[in-house]
């Protein structure tokens, strides 16, 4: 009888469901590490929140505006509290921008949704002999063995897929879950008190199956049900619960819709916002945050003054101020970008396209350098002035800011050595 | 490390006789146990003489390595072992009892036959090589698609139906052009031309399924291993550079907005007769349409990929014929004379070459027959034997990077529409959705929909049953699909069961042999027995959760 059943919170039903029968004895070897206080807040953890704009964002819209230009669109840029400007629709942004550094002279060369959003969770362009882990999971793979007690998953996914975790193992792969932190299958319906009767059963069955000399597989598949039985019962599954916050709390973060009188519903992104700063709070290393709709061919302003900016403003700010609020932000990382930027030249649509060739993201927190705009693209916001940088530079500062080694380096299935953030040095002005 | 004095021959010969008494006394089966290892006496009840052959060449092998192979496998494992391989689900509760119960000496060979005959082989292996063609998704068509899984499926539901020889159906793939519903052979071609790469990931998704090879090593540099060349991808690529894609968009009046219409390959017309590739140290070098040593005319007008399909089609080298027994393979062993299997060449050795030749030569004969391929493979004793290793065989295992010797079964999970077919047979869902076909083949769909979107990767043929996840496991324990298979409505397998006449012992043994199988040993029974007994008033909740055990179990998810 090798399935442990696990403690947490419904060990309350099978002590119940015990005394009344006296039943599942052989079943009940519990495993010995009750938390007595999972809410402990581990601030000197570190972890990386990844804000994902899927589709591609405009940010010569949003963070590095050309006002005179003939590209520079319909908005006026704000000073902040950073040493830079950036769109006048990111106000509350604005007074955050000095704990955030803009990278403006990202140069990336993929232009395609799917090739864009490979290169940048993975440091590499796609290549048909090897399957590269998003960083999420390189986390996950590196920061494991520090938590050691966390119970929940290592990566977790909010409102998106990310991407797989390659050659580093699907114990790796991003956690998906929506914005209001619920789980797929996560199995409440057990409460009817049956768990433990049924993983009696189970593991009857799998022991028998184990000692019948048929290799490694058995055994691996009763590890993975261990843990997926740990997870539904564990206390930390309250990081999950985002409906717990108090209400000023999810006001800040436009959870319950509003951002700030404008009218609109609730901000999901916020929620996911949110969610990652619990997440975080809890241990979690890795948390990255789906934000979608930014794949604006047409309409590119109103879409954005009166949607896209008011959500990312709001949701964005939010998390800084609280993460900092809470002693966090100097252990959290946080990044944001997307597959590419948008087109300098505005199109007949009134819309920007794809492109990689010159463009921003932001990245900031976890005893990173704040309030620095890096790079410099001309003033059509066409061409780069300056250093350029790629999705490697990127995670290399996040890796360096997490206290992973950036000599790191991993092994494809075919025995490929693989270099963490693909060899890339870090941006050296955010790190000083 | 002499043979002899390692396994004295007297005593295999006299263990032999006496177990095999034992079994047929007890069972009638046809299981020869312990044998002298150079002297074959299993049979399928197959009379083929290359059955034979190959049979002694593998065990050969057994010999040279010193190791004893496992017993044949019992006639329930195996039985569910060949449903899996063959039709691509469990067996039947009623089949497996027949089966079991059978004294017929040449019952597997004619259960291969009729499973070579079953309507579900089409289907297996339609989703099979339509899988391994353009990958799991695009299951419902999205109306901004460019590949359609309908047209991929219709063409390969013809290829098995009609069981064509395989390398006529290489040469329509390579050289498909046209609608993507029309002419299905198109969709292998759209679903490697999602991203613009001048045909790169054609290049090595076409080489790699169907010819076996890995060219895209050589894409950026000299293979490391062997002597290919860079040239070579180039080469190759240079084939499917006059291939084009046309995209018909129309607009929807209910989403408001243009949508794909269809998708068709068409011919691209090309200026030059190479393709420029650039060497490590910068040099640029131009590449030419060959195929091994047959040169194709590189002049802008002749149609390449004709061209190719026709070389494919003769496969004078007989590397369409090596790639699909390879291939096969290791579809019925979980492992090839390769590993992996599409990775051939001079940098990777085959294990057992002479039986890879005689297979390769034999398909060639028999007009690339697939289905005798088939035959062949699962007639061989190797297929026949348990997958419990034994103390002297324990060294035959590839999972630890060893080379196979085949000596035992080795174990695979399963793939995702397997599990989702034999959850289907083991809870006899088939018998109440008979009457509504499409709504049980939608509801299928979108389970496997839902699954390869929270699972899927990007490796078209990597989404097993079990990759290893949490989120799996949670879909397994909690998911719909099990709480409807092991649901006490009036009419479902689980409340027909135990409203059968009968004990409850009797009902136990029906539902493991419905979803392994097999009858549970003494230790099961008794230990089963006690949790009934400890289960409470409600004994339909006790068969319910050992239902649910049994459909979580390892052994439920794995094919042995």
């Not at chain 1, 006296?22 to 929140?49: G, S």
């Not at chain 1, 049956?194 to 691996?220: C, T, Y």
């Not at chain 2, 991203?195 to 090593?217: H, K, N, S, W, Y």
């Not at chain 2, 496997?448 to 097993?464: M, R």
Request: contains cysteine; aromatic residues 8%.
């Amino acid at each position: 009888m090798n399935l442990p059943v696990p403690d947490g919170m419904n060990r309350r039903h099978f002590m119940r469901h015990m005394a009344a029968g006296a039943t599942i004895l052989p079943a009940m070897q519990f495993i010995d590490h009750v938390k007595a206080n999972a809410q402990t807040v581990r601030k000197n953890q570190k972890a990386c929140i990844l804000l994902w704009m899927s589709g591609g964002p405009p940010t010569i819209d949003i963070w590095d505006l050309k006002p005179g230009s003939k590209n520079g669109g319909e908005f006026q840029p704000i000073s902040t509290k950073g040493d830079m400007q950036i769109s006048e629709h990111m106000p509350r942004t604005a007074n955050v921008m000095d704990e955030l550094s803009i990278v403006r002279s990202m140069s990336t060369r993929e232009a395609d949704h799917g090739r864009g959003r490979y290169f940048m969770h993975t440091s590499y362009v796609p290549n048909p002999t090897v399957i590269h882990p998003t960083f999420g999971s390189v986390v996950s793979y590196e920061l494991a063995d520090t938590r050691k007690d966390l119970e929940i998953p290592s990566f977790v996914s909010v409102s998106g897929n990310s991407m797989g975790p390659g050659y580093l193992g699907m114990g790796h792969a991003p956690f998906v879950v929506q914005s209001n932190g619920q789980i797929r299958n996560a199995g409440r319906s057990n409460e009817t008190g049956r768990l433990g009767q049924r993983l009696a059963m189970l593991g009857e069955i799998e022991s028998n199956f184990i000692n019948s000399d048929r290799g490694d597989f058995p055994k691996a598949h009763q590890e993975v049900y261990q843990k997926a039985v740990n997870l539904m019962t564990s206390e930390q599954m309250q990081a999950f619960e985002v409906s717990q916050e108090p209400d000023q709390i999810k006001q800040m973060y436009g959870v319950t819709g509003g951002a700030g009188g404008m009218g609109m519903g609730a901000n999901r992104f916020g929620e996911g916002c949110l969610l990652a700063r619990r997440l975080v709070e809890s241990g979690v290393p890795f948390v990255e945050v789906d934000m979608g709709g930014w794949d604006l061919h047409n309409d590119v302003f109103n879409t954005l003054r009166d949607q896209r900016l008011p959500q990312l403003d709001q949701a964005m700010s939010a998390l800084v101020a609280d993460l900092k609020q809470r002693g966090l932000l100097e252990h959290t990382v946080i990044v944001w970008m997307g597959e590419f930027g948008r087109t300098p030249r505005i199109n007949q649509n009134v819309g920007r396209d794809h492109w990689a060739a010159s463009w921003s993201s932001v990245i900031g927190g976890g005893g990173l350098k704040g309030g620095q705009a890096i790079g410099a693209t001309d003033k059509d916001g066409i061409g780069i002035e300056s250093q350029s940088y790629v999705p490697g530079n990127i995670w290399a500062t996040v890796a360096h800011a997490l206290g992973i080694p950036l000599d790191t380096v991993h092994t494809s299935k075919r025995g490929r050595p693989m270099k963490i953030a693909n060899g890339q040095p870090p941006i050296a002005e955010l790190i000083g | 490390m002499m043979k002899p004095a390692k396994f004295p021959m007297s005593r295999i010969l006299s263990q032999g006789v006496v177990l095999c008494g034992v079994i047929l006394m007890l069972s009638g089966s046809l299981a020869t146990t312990a044998r002298a290892a150079d002297e074959p006496e299993f049979s399928t009840g197959s009379n083929e003489v290359l059955i034979k052959e190959i049979d002694q060449l593998i065990r050969r092998s057994w010999n040279d390595n010193l190791i004893k192979p496992s017993e044949v496998a019992s006639d329930g494992e195996w039985l569910r072992r060949v449903y899996l391989d063959v039709v691509g689900h469990i067996p039947p509760v009623e089949v497996a009892r027949e089966f079991i119960k059978s004294k017929d000496p040449a019952k597997r060979s004619k259960m291969i036959d009729q499973l070579l005959d079953n309507p579900d082989y089409v289907r297996n292996w339609t989703t099979i090589w339509t899988n391994h063609s353009i990958g799991r998704g695009f299951r419902t068509r999205g109306d901004r698609d460019e590949v359609s899984r309908l047209g991929m499926d219709k063409f390969y539901r013809e290829v098995f139906a009609r069981n064509r020889p395989w390398n006529e159906v290489v040469k329509d793939i390579v050289t498909a052009e046209g609608n993507f519903e029309e002419n299905g052979a198109v969709n292998f071609i759209l679903a490697q031309m999602e991203m613009p790469d001048e045909g790169v990931q054609l290049t090595a998704d076409f080489t790699r399924l169907f010819l076996g090879i890995q060219v895209q090593c050589t894409q950026c540099h000299d293979h490391p291993f062997n002597d290919w060349k860079q040239d070579q991808f180039w080469s190759y690529n240079s084939i499917f550079r006059q291939t084009g894609k046309d995209i018909q968009r129309k607009y929807d009046e209910d989403s408001g907005r243009m949508v794909v219409d269809f998708v068709e390959v068409t011919w691209r017309n090309v200026d030059s007769q190479e393709v420029f590739y650039e060497r490590r140290n910068g040099e640029v070098r131009p590449a030419y349409p060959v195929f091994n040593s047959h040169k194709i005319n590189p002049a802008p007008h002749v149609d390449r990929r004709q061209e190719f399909g026709e070389l494919l089609q003769k496969d004078e080298d007989r590397m369409v014929a090596a790639a699909m027994v390879n291939r096969m393979w290791g579809h019925f062993f979980g492992y090839g004379f390769t590993k992996p299997v599409d990775d051939m060449g001079p940098h990777n050795p085959p294990s057992h070459p002479e039986v890879m030749e005689l297979l390769t030569s034999s398909f060639v004969e028999s007009g690339y027959d697939v289905k005798q391929l088939i035959r062949w493979i699962a007639n061989t004793e190797a297929y026949n034997l348990t997958s419990q290793f034994n103390k002297e065989n324990e060294i035959d295992n590839p999972a630890a990077g060893e080379i196979p010797l085949f000596s035992h079964m080795y174990v695979k999970a399963l793939e995702v529409e397997q599990l989702y077919d034999s959850l289907i047979i083991a809870t006899n869902a088939h018998k109440t959705n008979s009457r509504n076909f499409e709504a049980a083949e939608q509801q299928r769909q979108r389970w496997l929909g839902e699954f390869i979107t929270l699972f899927g990767d990007d490796e078209n043929d990597s989404s097993t049953s079990f990759n290893g996840s949490i989120p799996q496991a949670l879909m397994m324990m909690n998911g719909e699909l099990v709480t409807r298979a092991t649901s006490l409505e009036r009419g479902s397998f689980l409340s027909e069961t135990i409203a059968s006449p009968g004990d409850d012992v009797a009902k136990v043994k029906e539902i493991y042999l419905a979803t392994l199988s097999r009858y549970p040993n003494g230790r099961e029974l008794s230990s089963i027995s006690k949790l009934f007994r400890s289960s409470g008033p409600n004994k339909a909740y006790a068969y319910q959760d050992l239902l649910w055990a049994l459909l979580n179990s390892n052994e439920f998810i794995v094919n042995h």
